[in-house]
């Protein structure tokens, strides 16, 4: 008996060419990698012969509402179609899957003849790559007024083809970062932070700041105005004298010095001590979990009665804790000499990780002290840009003691060992993850390379050096641990995220970016809810903002390509709602005296986050109030536009006391008023240039101002003949959080 040929059950829906070369096709005729290729684009049809598609011809049409539509190819008859029946002329179509709203792949029937489509007014009609074949410039003018009502169903459907068209096509670029996208700022490729600034909206800012710049380099100035060009002069000026300051008030840095051993490591009396152990045990070791906190206590009573007693590694974590809770104690001018030694334990214990690695520090003591360094830099912005870099050495440091294997696999070891061995290592991924959203780079982990499971759920008291057996309380009851476990249950999600928009060579659809986001909206109501039934078991307004930011901030990096889409088309609106939304979530925080602190000096991730939903918040309101402008409803509804600028006002009120407390950038004040300046002259109908720079040249007097008062209060160190400068921990260190809003600027023609 002969032996039947195999039969394909399934037609396969790619064409030829990208079955071979093992890519995604987009099952256009032809598809856009033939044509970006200039190959051959066929599709088999099973029992017959390959349908040859020649890609299109190119043809430049004369205005963006005329194109010409030459015959590049001969349609392919449907009963030759080797793909799904997606048939558009039933008069109620039926939905299905390959033709809903979020751009999947669907391709419509084709018909023997040219295709005709009546144009709609008032929608503009532009030409992209590959669409030559699909539009004509025959009218159908239908007389009969069943035919009418035919042919605007039929331009409706063809309008909601065409954004759906776009969307694909907007789809199809967001997979892995294009060579042209690579830019370089001080160094380092650009965070996400940088990329939402980019767009046309704020070109008034760039090109005051250009001008201003060119003046202070000794450029020239493209305004006309005499008033405008003299403001820019003013704006340069005052530039230049901040940045002056600024330099003078860094000098006293560890980093700018030469490497200097002998840090004041003396911790500072027992009742402030004891305040701000008090105060990080209350807060951060909610989310991080790093320490155990009886033994702790133990060790910082040990080493107040015996100093020498302690190893040095002890010794910086208990002076790290007392650092770290002192960013939630409201402080004054007359405890700056307490805040330099703040500094100074954490220059000492990076520099202590950063020495020659010796088997003492390669224990969960060393880990500890690793992560604590992180955080703290993050909190007072010490190097927080770099943190990432950081993590990488975290990483590898726990996996070579095996932290990324749980303890089961591992020799025998006590209960408390193996519990500080998973908190450790959920902590070290909390922080991988938050630190490649920051830097847009890698996390650099994935779930296939380590197995460690999740800690259980108890309270420190409940466990101890001799306990031999451990008793977990339900999921359900709030413990020590239950914040760590609330973050662990998103960071499968929240990985997944970095990974997709940080990967070189990763597609993210919008189908992707939908089912990512209800998973990080279902875990935010989640933690929601358990936090409100445990209301009385500890739960803080710090604790739900904290866990609140760590969570949601995710969504604004996922949705912000999209958002920036969805004015022209309509099916990635979501998006934009999504990002206002979190945005305005994360700049209005629950009302708490700690967490208001740490937005007054913290760095790093808390910097990150400001800076993007400040911006997405800028751009909203810049064209929502172009929006209303054109529609003659800008006097009408304005409550809008007016939380949103009040959300501005706050930001740019905190800005000014981050200066107050030491900080020396001041862009952040002095761009936020240069947008509400934009806004307001959208709204008074006059000259937005002469406002920008008017605004800006005030925020800089006022910063400046600023500046000099907090300089006369400092000592700084003389300069060296090296350009190095002596140690001086105890004057002009103060806090430096970098808080700057580069993103708004474009480095090319501003050197």
């Given amino acids: 008996m002969d032996s039947q040929p195999r039969k394909r059950r399934r037609p396969a829906l790619s064409c030829l060419e990208c079955r071979r070369r093992k890519i995604k096709c987009d099952r256009n005729q032809p598809c856009a990698h033939c044509v970006s290729s200039r190959s051959q684009c066929s599709f088999k049809v099973y029992r017959n012969s390959p349908v040859i598609v020649q890609p299109p011809q190119q043809t430049p049409s004369t205005s963006w509402g005329t194109v010409s539509s030459p015959t590049a190819y001969a349609p392919t008859p449907l009963s030759q179609a080797p793909l799904r029946n997606t048939d558009t002329c039933t008069d109620n179509p039926a939905p299905t899957r390959e033709n809903n709203l979020l751009g999947t792949p669907g391709i419509a029937a084709a018909t023997t003849g040219p295709r005709k489509t009546t144009k709609i007014p008032g929608y503009n009609y532009g030409l992209r790559h590959g669409d030559a074949s699909n539009v004509d410039n025959t009218q159908v003018t239908p007389q009969d007024p069943l035919q009418q009502v035919q042919t605007l169903e039929s331009s409706a459907s063809g309008l909601s083809h065409r954004h759906l068209e776009a969307g694909r096509d907007i789809l199809e670029r967001q997979s892995g970062i294009q060579d042209s996208q690579v830019i370089l700022k001080k160094t380092r490729v650009l965070n996400w932070s940088d990329w939402i600034g980019q767009t046309q909206e704020f070109e008034p800012i760039y090109s005051c700041y250009g001008a201003a710049l060119c003046h202070e380099n000794g450029g020239g100035d493209s305004f006309q105005d005499p008033e405008i060009r003299s403001l820019h002069v003013q704006i340069g000026d005052l530039m230049q004298k901040c940045k002056t300051i600024a ?48 033994t702790f206590w133990t060790d910082y009573h040990k080493y107040l009665n015996d100093p020498g007693s302690v190893t040095l590694g002890l010794r910086l974590q208990i002076l790290l804790v007392i650092g770290i809770g002192s960013s939630l104690h409201e402080h004054s001018d007359t405890d700056i000499e307490f805040r330099n030694k703040v500094h100074q334990w954490v220059y000492a214990a990076q520099t202590w990780l950063s020495g020659p ?14 992560c604590l360094t992180l955080l703290a830099r993050q909190v007072f912005s010490i190097g927080s840009d770099l943190v990432w870099m950081s993590t990488g050495s975290l990483v590898h440091r726990a996996m070579q003691i095996g932290l990324h294997r749980d303890p089961k696999h591992l020799p025998p070891m006590s209960i408390l060992e193996a519990e500080l061995r998973r908190r450790l290592w959920t902590t070290i991924l909390e922080m991988v993850v938050q630190m490649s959203l920051d830097s847009a780079m890698p996390p650099r982990i994935s779930f296939d390379e380590f197995d460690t499971e999740a800690p259980s759920n108890i309270n420190d008291d409940d466990i101890d050096a001799s306990t031999t057996e451990l008793q977990p309380h339900p999921k359900g009851t709030f413990t020590a641990t239950s914040m760590q476990l609330l973050l662990l249950d998103s960071l499968p999600t929240r990985l997944r995220i970095v990974k997709l928009i940080n990967g070189l060579h990763s597609e993210l659809s919008y189908v992707d970016v939908l089912a990512l986001s209800s998973e990080i909206t279902d875990a935010c109501r989640a933690w929601s809810r358990f936090l409100k039934k445990n209301e009385g078991a500890g739960v803080t307004a710090f604790h739900r903002n904290l866990l609140d930011f760590l969570v949601r901030r995710f969504l604004v990096p996922l949705h912000c390509t999209f958002a920036s889409k969805a004015r022209e088309n309509p099916l990635f609106y979501y998006s934009l709602k999504v990002s206002l939304e979190t945005a305005l979530a994360i700049v209005s925080p629950e009302p708490d005296e700690g967490y208001s602190h740490l937005e007054l000096i913290g760095g790093g991730m808390f910097r990150e986050g400001i800076r993007c939903t400040v911006t997405i918040i800028s751009l909203e309101l810049i064209v929502q109030t172009e929006a209303q402008r054109l529609d003659g409803t800008l006097h009408r509804n304005s409550q809008y536009r007016e939380v949103l600028k009040q959300a501005l006002r706050d930001r740019i009120a905190l800005s000014l006391e981050r200066i107050r407390q030491g900080e020396t950038n001041i862009k952040t004040h002095m761009f936020l008023s240069m947008i509400l300046a934009q806004v307001q002259a959208m709204e008074e109908g006059s000259s937005c240039d002469l406002k920008i720079a008017r605004s800006a040249r005030d925020s800089l007097e006022l910063c400046y101002g600023l500046l000099q008062e907090r300089a006369d209060s400092l000592s700084f160190p003389v300069t060296n003949d090296l350009g190095l400068t002596p140690p001086n921990f105890d004057g002009g260190l103060g806090f430096d959080m970098n808080f700057d809003l580069d993103f708004f600027l474009r480095d090319e023609g501003f050197s």
Avoid at 249 to 256: F, I
Avoid at 267 to 283: G, H, K, R, V, W
């Fill in 247 to 294: 330099k003078r008030m860094k000098m006293g840095r560890p980093s700018r010095n030469l490497p200097y051993a002998e840090f004041n490591l003396e911790p500072p009396s027992q009742e402030i001590a004891e305040t701000m152990a008090n105060l990080y045990f209350d807060s951060f070791e909610s989310t991080y979990r790093i320490l155990h906190k009886p």
């Fill in 357 to 370: 690695l010796e088997k003492d520090r390669l224990n969960i003591t060393g880990l500890q002290v690793h």
